[in-house]
């Protein structure tokens, strides 16, 4: 009886040291080890590829994040503020102070297929959309020149890039809404246009936060006497 319940006692106490290691090592050490490294090697990574400007966070590079109006008496959804470049169109958003801005509770793609009515129309209402935001006096944009990104979200629904050819599409109207020079918006563009990783992974494109950002400090610019 004794000797079975010494047996017992050491097989419990050798079960909470086993705990009390593994904790350790698992929930603390280990841990610790990662974030430091990752801290060392890549700390921009690992705190979220954060974006700042003037001194404070505005938000991931990795997450986009939509330029709207405020929001008016009545309106279901707020209308695009055209004087940025826009992103893609995205069914993950959520309402965040003025802005709305991509909610982080649903990330997903419409899963609808390419002959499914309802996309059809969501497609054909954003083209319609696009054509008529972005022609201005003098340049009308085709319906033909829409490219993809500009009707369709990413997979995530959370994409915060836009091809060359969209942000390029936003250039006439950018310039015009901010009294600028086309010239210069546009050089702009390709200023912050990122090309294939390693030269053939992916595709070209363009960080529309990034982007913001610096047309903001060129409208700054072009205000300052």
Known sequence: ?????????????????????????????????????????????????????????????????????????????????????????SNGLGTNSVNTQYSLILSGATNRSGDNKELIDWVTAAKAAVVEDNSVP??????????????????????PDISPAYARLQVQRVALRNHLDPARVHQLVEQHTDGRILGFVGEPRVNVLRLNIALRQLVDDARTP
């Open 138 to 159: 003098g340049h009308p944009v085709d319906p033909s020149d829409v490219p993809a990104d500009a009707v369709t979200s990413s997979g995530s629904g959370l994409d």
């Open 1 to 89: 009886m004794n000797t079975s319940l010494g047996n017992s006692a050491r097989q419990l106490w050798a079960a909470l040291r086993a705990l009390l290691v593994l904790t350790l090592v698992c929930g603390v050490l280990y841990p610790l080890v990662v974030t430091g490294v990752a801290q060392g090697l890549m700390p921009g990574r690992a705190n979220g590829s954060e974006i700042t400007a003037d001194g404070r966070t505005v938000g991931s590079e990795l997450i986009g994040q939509r330029y709207d109006l405020p929001l008016k008496k009545g309106e279901d959804t707020a209308a695009p503020d055209l004087r940025w470049f826009q992103p893609r169109p």
